[in-house]
């Protein structure tokens, strides 16, 4: 992923100062034949880094950009071309802002409980861009996620605008539906792909730590109950947490207490 920060803020929703706890994260597109993140996003003049987010971005020169008052939309990032023509992300709002973008359906808006960004359409034949922007998507979406404690293929939590209609909390729009089937993806495959990206950034604590949580939830085998309390009277293991992972300096110190007790030397 390819981040540039953005942040459009002339635009009323920033202005408006409102913040969410992230609950999901929501997939739109833009509708319009313009693959250019720079057709919506361009940084505020004056503006820390202005000229170095101009580069990356490139400048719309016809002023329409969602930088400006009265634009009664916002999302939190687009996915899109950058100005050397390669595939990148630029935030347009802070992660926890509560952005404008899904309207109102008839159980409420994901505009309270979802982040939210645009992926920027070209003439959607193009197989090749369908594919870097795809792939960008999926590794902001699994950067939110982890970000955000969010399991994204928990339901609820990775919809796209179509679905949050369905759901009764976006506006009746068919993004990304009317795109993605076309190159063979669906919004279920893109769950998974975010899943898998998860786990391959996963760092060696993370693995860790979901390990324990997991051999936590399992009993002691029924085999080791006897030996593990002769192992607490004898002071070996204070018996806390028996199906916890252990470091190998913690098994050898157990193994001297052992030794030891069994000399008669402690």
């Given at each position: 992923m390819r981040l540039t920060e953005c942040l459009l803020t002339e635009n009323d929703c920033y202005k408006g100062g409102r913040t969410i706890v992230p609950k999901g994260v929501m997939v739109h597109s833009t509708g319009a034949n313009n693959p250019n993140i720079r057709r919506y996003a361009q940084p505020t003049a004056g503006s820390k880094a202005y000229e170095e987010t101009l580069s990356v971005l490139g400048i719309n020169r016809n002023g329409n950009d969602w930088n400006r008052g009265g634009v009664k939309k916002c999302v939190h990032a687009f996915v899109g071309l950058l100005a050397d023509g390669s595939v990148g992300t630029a935030q347009t709002l802070p992660w926890e802002a509560r952005g404008w973008h899904a309207g109102t359906g008839a159980r409420g808006s994901a505009n309270n409980t979802h982040i939210a960004f645009e992926i920027c359409e070209d003439g959607l034949l193009?197989?090749?861009?369908?594919?870097?922007?795809?792939?960008?998507?999926?590794?902001?979406?699994?950067?939110?996620?982890?970000?955000?404690?969010?399991?994204?293929?928990?339901?609820?939590?990775?919809?796209?605008?179509?679905?949050?209609?369905?759901?009764?909390?976006?506006?009746d729009h068919v993004d990304v539906e009317h795109w993605w089937p076309r190159f063979g993806k669906s919004m279920d495959d893109f769950r998974r792909d975010v899943a898998e990206r998860m786990e391959e950034n996963m760092t060696g604590e993370e693995i860790y730590r979901r390990l324990n949580e997991y051999l936590r939830t399992r009993p002691v085998p029924a085999w080791a109950e006897k030996e593990l309390k002769e192992a607490v009277a004898l002071g070996i293991t204070d018996g806390t947490e028996p199906m916890a992972l252990i470091p190998r300096y913690q098994a050898a110190i157990m193994a001297r207490r052992a030794v030891e007790k069994e000399a008669g030397t402690v």
């Open positions: 193009d197989r090749a861009y369908f594919a870097k922007v795809y792939r960008e998507a999926a590794e902001l979406t699994a950067y939110l996620c982890e970000r955000f404690g969010l399991d994204p293929l928990a339901d609820g939590v990775v919809i796209c605008h179509a679905e949050g209609h369905r759901r009764g909390i976006a506006s």
